[in-house]
């Protein structure tokens, strides 16, 4: 789960982790408020989205009276805000923040993160504030420092002045500089995070280390035990089919597909979109509907695929193990019947049941297509789809 910038800082400075003074903007009449107890005498105001890249989309101003950051205010908020990761159609701002300005030296950049080559917590750090960490990594790699934590000893103050000096903080900086890096790594653990970054983390001219931008992501696995935080959750930000899914206890990630796939097991999943995109097609979706998956959720998951007006036809590829093939070909014939499908579907069933799995599919005289195999029911759905198009 994502939280907005305004939720990250909020979390953070409970924690002791420095934050410029800031308030959020919900809705219109609320501008001139928040802009009058944020206090200059320089305002920041910025788009509250889940997507970077926001000031070069215009989603960041900058402004020098209390008249111009109302104005600024106004001008975003309601704004589309396109960016590099919000893809061309954008996404409407529906939160605003404002907050003060720094008195910037220089940008750093800071994140504490699960390192899954070493399955530990990791510390990350670059000279190379402001940028995305991708294009670092990419262009210069020798700026990126990590320094991994040991699960036994937890983080101490000797990996916080490790990170600072590799960041070149001066003397009198890690003053704030260590003890935001500590405080940062006791939030990452206490809310079940699994990204919390820092990024650009600003020291400033009167020597001070501040947060000024922080992205934190919230390992959804443990939101039964982070009630409060559960309840930061914007469904705005998110995908819709992707959030019905989730309700569904449905594992379900959009792509830019035309191929509709359900299946059971994520590895199976993976296989599954590779041997469509061999075949010459392109899978708009990966859909795992999970073990023991009752009738009921698998009609859920051809609701959600068919959601996608992109999809052309879908392929069904069970290998039952704990589920049942009947049970999966009870709920195939269901959905078929309910939802009235108008594209092809291919279906390859093995494992538990299969017998009476494709006897019940072919008992219904709907139009599936059956399929021997997976590389079978790959070729059967890329050359149905071509030929319904």
Not at 19 to 43: C, F, Q, S, T
Request: proline content about 3%; hydrophobic content about 45%.
């Amino acid at each position: 789960m994502n939280l907005h910038e305004y939720q990250a800082k909020a979390l953070l400075a409970k924690y002791g982790v420095p934050v410029p003074k800031g308030g959020v903007i919900l809705a219109a009449n609320d501008i001139h408020r928040v802009v009058g107890e944020v206090g200059g005498p320089v305002w920041v105001v910025k788009a509250q989205i889940h997507a970077g890249g926001r000031g070069k989309g215009g989603g960041v101003k900058i402004a020098k009276t209390a008249a111009d950051a109302e104005k600024a205010a106004q001008d975003i908020l309601g704004m589309t805000l396109v960016t590099h990761q919000t893809g061309p159609t954008g996404k409407e701002v529906h939160r605003v923040y404002v907050e003060q300005g720094a008195n910037i030296a220089r940008e750093l950049y800071f994140a504490v993160l699960l390192d899954r080559a070493t399955s530990r917590v990791t510390l990350m750090g670059s000279t190379e504030g402001g940028m995305d960490i991708e294009e670092v990594a990419a262009s210069t790699p020798e700026k990126i420092v990590r320094v991994s934590i040991d699960p036994v000893t937890g983080m101490q103050p000797f990996h916080a002045r490790k990170m600072a000096f590799a960041l070149g903080l001066k003397a009198s900086e890690l003053k704030t500089g260590v003890p935001l890096m500590l405080a940062a790594y006791k939030a990452y653990m206490d809310i079940d995070a699994s990204l919390l970054e820092i990024n650009p983390l600003a020291v400033t001219k009167e020597g001070n280390v501040v947060a000024l931008d922080s992205k934190i992501v919230i390992d959804d696995n443990a939101l039964f035990r982070q009630s409060a935080i559960a309840a930061m959750r914007d469904e705005t930000e998110e995908n819709h089919a992707e959030l019905r899914a989730q309700r569904a206890s449905i594992n379900y990630v959009k792509l830019d597909g035309d191929i509709g796939c359900l299946v059971n097991g994520a590895g199976l999943a993976m296989a599954t979109m590779d041997l469509i995109k061999s075949s010459g097609g392109e899978p708009a979706n990966f859909l795992d509907v999970g073990g023991g998956a009752p009738k009921e959720r698998v009609v859920e998951a051809f609701n959600i695929i068919l959601e996608d007006p992109n999809v052309k036809g879908i392929l069904v590829n069970i290998f039952a193990g704990i589920n049942r093939c009947d049970i999966i070909a009870e709920g195939v014939v269901a959905a078929t019947k309910e939802v009235q499908m108008k594209v092809p579907l291919v279906v390859r069933l093995e494992g538990t049941n299969v017998e009476e799995g494709r006897r019940i599919l072919a008992d219904s005289k709907l139009a599936i297509i059956a399929a021997d195999g997976l590389a079978d029911a790959a070729e059967k759905i890329v050359s149905a789809t071509r030929s319904a198009v």
